[in-house]
């Protein structure tokens, strides 16, 4: 929640002007995605900032599926994009697709014609591009610009009924081939395209574009506050004047920075590519920056929008550190997730003087509330890390080695009387004894140990499959270096642990609970995992081991 004296972003000033000196009784504001890809975090901060306002100023938001382009637009992603942003804890005022307003946006076009302010053009692509000149040099007429209204209305009623092959003719607005903006000069705003549309099927075969398309939405949704990011400013100019012109619902378009992060790509082009060249396994990677992605590797919705608060509305580009959004996981997984054990490269500990075939079930604590706790079974053999073995301990350490002393968490103190190895020289188990008194809660040992460790009894444990994630590309900016971003990719991006023993509770861990392997990170189960087989992805470490490593080197 925001706290009272965080100051305002720039958006929430002009909107609380605009409601004091009554512009607005009440705001509109939309998230209006294209449906072609996954949602990614850079959505995320627009849906925050859409949603946001709506909330905070007691207005509503809708959700716009822009889709005017037929080629790459599928339900698949209009389905995923309405899971995202109710999953993000947002709802929408009303579901809406620009598809809808093909009627209203071909009268619309209809209306500037007979205004003498738009007209057919026949050139071709190539034709339009040179004429339009330079930023530096005006534009030169179409020889088509003066065809009369009678004509224009006559050849669009044409292209609407399918009398022209694709890209013949298209419709331009008549605004100013010498405009200092480049976007002024008679921008396209129809065009044909004889594809199946997602909605409409093949009802039309022209298809308004971006600029014709959006800005008429938000008038025809009564939309007060239409934002977007700063690539949008050169088109501001476009959407005053089309308003103006067709005399329709003063919407006004402001832009924010939009979101750039480290060590990812944030466009849906990019991520498509990675899911076609397999190159990860589908949108839902959870090395993936998209939100379907963050969420299978156990981001939480409340930590992506302190995350999208935290790095706040900005008029100028920046990027962003991928390890704030690790931060703003870690803050919340810290007070949401069930503490359990898990030895992710095991060895084994048999403790030689407890008796064979004894077990007890030891109380461990949950960590959430305070005397919630599971029971944990203890027996002669556990699994622990090897990392928590030296044979040769090193300074200050205080774990176990030979000679050395350990609390096993939740249970007994052992002391490391020797170990095993094999022909190659690898420890293959580790041999201790316990000391009956120090049983946690109860410990009247007198001893006391530095170091504690978690474990996992051999008999009891279930074996399971880890899956950890690292950085999706080894350099921090992957859009700005020389070739292809995908020479790029971290090629160790994904670990898999075949071999992971897990406590006995986690046999009914479910994909909506978050855990803290102790010691390890935080963790949640894979939707790959079946009844005879676990699958866990780490979301997080406990701390930031990248930072630490950049430090060192
Ligand atoms: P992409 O380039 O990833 O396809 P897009 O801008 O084409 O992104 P849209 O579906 O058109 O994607 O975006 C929907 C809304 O989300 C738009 O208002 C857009 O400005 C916003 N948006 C997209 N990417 C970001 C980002 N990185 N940061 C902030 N807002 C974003
Ligand atoms: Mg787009």
């Not at 992603?77 to 598809?99: P, R, T």
């Not at 009387?417 to 120090?438: C, L, M, Q, R, W």
Request: glycine share 6%; net charge negative; proline share 4%.
């Amino acid at each position: 929640m925001m706290s009272e004296e965080k100051s305002l972003n720039f958006i929430e000033e002009i909107v609380e002007e605009d409601l004091k000196n009554g512009k607005y009784k009440t705001i509109l504001t939309r998230f209006p995605p294209e449906p072609n890809g996954y949602l990614h975090i850079g959505h995320a901060k627009s849906i925050c900032l859409n949603f946001g306002l709506g909330l905070k100023y007691g207005g509503k938001t809708n959700l716009r599926f822009d889709d005017t382009n037929p080629v790459t637009e599928d339900t698949e992603y209009v389905d995923s994009i309405k899971e995202d942003v109710q999953w993000l804890g947002f709802n929408w005022a009303n579901e809406f697709y620009a598809s809808d307003y093909f009627d209203q946006l071909y009268t619309l076009a209809v209306k500037l014609i007979t205004a003498g302010l738009a007209y057919v053009d026949d050139s071709t692509a190539e034709e339009i591009a040179t004429l339009k000149g330079t930023p530096t040099e005006p534009g030169m007429d179409s020889v088509y610009r003066n065809r009369s209204v009678a004509e224009n209305l006559d050849l669009f009623e044409k292209m609407k009924n399918g009398a022209f092959a694709d890209g013949a003719k298209v419709l331009r607005a008549k605004v100013d081939m010498a405009a200092p903006n480049m976007h002024m000069r008679d921008p396209i705003i129809y065009r044909i395209k004889k594809a199946h549309h997602h909605r409409t099927g093949d009802k039309w075969c022209i298809y308004p574009m971006y600029d014709f398309a959006h800005g008429q939405s938000d008038s025809i949704e009564n939309i007060t506050h239409s934002i977007c990011t700063l690539e949008f400013i050169p088109h501001h100019q476009l959407y005053d004047w089309f308003i103006e012109k067709l005399n329709i619902f003063p919407s006004k378009q402001y832009e924010f920075a939009r979101l750039n992060m480290t060590y990812t790509v944030m466009s849906k082009r990019k991520l498509l590519q990675l899911v076609n060249d397999k190159h990860v396994q589908s949108w839902d990677d959870p090395r993936m920056p998209t939100i379907s992605g963050l969420r299978r590797r156990g981001f939480t919705a409340e930590s992506i929008r302190n995350f999208c608060d935290k790095i706040g509305v900005a008029k100028r580009d920046n990027m962003i550190d991928f390890s704030l959004l690790e931060f703003c996981v870690r803050e919340d997984l810290n007070k949401t997730a069930q503490r359990v054990m898990a030895v992710l490269d095991p060895v084994k500990l048999i403790i030689t003087n407890y008796p064979d075939g004894q077990t007890e079930d030891f109380n461990s604590e949950s960590g959430l509330e305070a005397g919630e706790t599971r029971i944990v079974p203890f027996s002669k053999e556990l699994w622990i890390e090897r990392e928590d073995f030296m044979e040769v301990p090193a300074k200050k350490w205080f774990r176990l080695a030979p000679g050395a002393a350990v609390r096993l968490k939740s249970a007994y103190i052992v002391k490391c009387e020797g170990f095993e190895k094999d022909a190659n020289g690898n420890v293959t188990a580790v041999h201790a004894t316990y000391i009956p008194e120090s049983k946690s809660g109860s410990d009247t040992s007198g001893i006391s140990v530095k170091g504690t460790i978690h474990w996992v009894s051999v008999q009891h444990a279930v074996k399971a499959e880890v899956r950890l994630y690292d950085r999706l590309f080894k350099v921090e900016e992957p859009d700005n270096q020389t070739g292809d971003f995908k020479e790029y990719l971290n090629p160790d991006s994904l670990q898999v642990l075949n071999t992971v023993y897990v406590e006995p509770s986690l046999k009914t861990a479910d994909l909506a609970t978050p855990y803290q392997f102790i010691r390890k990170g935080y963790f949640c189960l894979d939707r790959d995992s079946s009844a005879d087989k676990l699958v866990f992805n780490r979301t997080v470490t406990l701390k930031d081991a990248w930072a630490k490593e950049i430090k060192k080197n």
